[in-house]
T-cell receptor, first 117, second 112 residues
Framework: AQKVTQAQTEISVVEKEDVTLDCVYETRDTTYYLFWYKQPPSGELVFLIR??????QNEISGRYSWNFQKSTSSFNFTITASQVVDSAVYFCALSEESRFGAGKSTFGDGTTLTVKP | NAGVTQTPKFQVLKTGQSMTLQCAQD?????MYWYRQDPGMGLRLIYY???????DKGEVPNGYNVSRLNKREFSLRLESAAPSQTSVYFC???????????FGSGTRLTVV
């Protein structure tokens, strides 16, 4: 069975601080996919990034960066110079390979990030 | 705009009433899903459909039924609503495990 753990339930930072959201996953699959989604106060779920299990290259996109380490089963997300608009719930998710199922995703419980001005 | 359309956005039911949540996608995705979101519990899979004509139980299927009417539509039915089914429900579709989900805007359901 797949499992995703986001140990940080809530994080509060002051604007312009850097913040890292942790995600640890468990799976027996050799092929899998990892995602981060953002849920702002308005409630919709927005896709941020995906990584497949064969691609450990880390990525930077503006103020966002992601660190995928297969050796520690972690897929962490860092926001540099946080802004109030970054306040949201962030979900890490693990998806199975479609050939063996429906590409179902297992979600972590989410980390609520509050950025104070 | 292409995406996942979910209706209604809000609903209040009395215990024992029934209702159907509607979901439609126009992205030609094979797979569709229903999740519920409860405070502190992330998103839990209720039912899913890998392709038109197939449906399967997820993690928390009790009290729900689904219908994959065609490739576009996937509905969730509560036959006899209970207060424990008070939650926010999300429909999602996907073109495959590698691509992640596109979510509907959610339905906030309250059962009193």
């Amino acid at each position: 069975a797949q499992k995703v753990t986001q140990a940080q339930t809530e994080i509060s930072v002051v604007e312009k601080e850097d913040v890292t959201l942790d995600c640890v996953y468990e799976t027996r699959d050799t092929t899998y996919y990892l995602f981060w989604y953002k849920q702002p106060p308005s409630g919709e779920l927005v896709f941020l990034i995906r990584r497949n299990s064969f691609d450990e290259q880390n990525e930077i996109s503006g103020r966002y960066s992601w660190n995928f380490q297969k050796s520690t089963s972690s897929f962490n997300f860092t926001i540099t110079a946080s802004q109030v608009v970054d306040s949201a719930v962030y979900f890490c998710a693990l998806s199975e390979e479609s050939r063996f199922g429906a590409g179902k995703s297992t979600f972590g419980d989410g980390t609520t990030l509050t950025v104070k001005p | 705009n292409a995406g996942v359309t979910q209706t209604p956005k809000f609903q209040v039911l009395k215990t024992g009433q029934s209702m159907t949540l509607q979901c439609a996608q126009d992205m030609n995705h094979n797979s569709m899903y229903w999740y519920r979101q409860d405070p502190g519990m992330g998103l839990r899979l209720i039912y899913y459909s890998a392709s038109e004509g197939t449906t399967d139980k997820g993690e928390v299927p009790n009290g729900y039924n689904v219908s994959r009417l065609n490739k576009r539509e996937f509905s969730l039915r509560l036959e006899s609503a209970a207060p424990s089914q008070t939650s926010v429900y999300f429909c999602a579709s996907s073109g495959g495990g590698a691509y992640g989900y596109t979510f509907g805007s959610g339905t906030r359901l309250t059962v009193v």
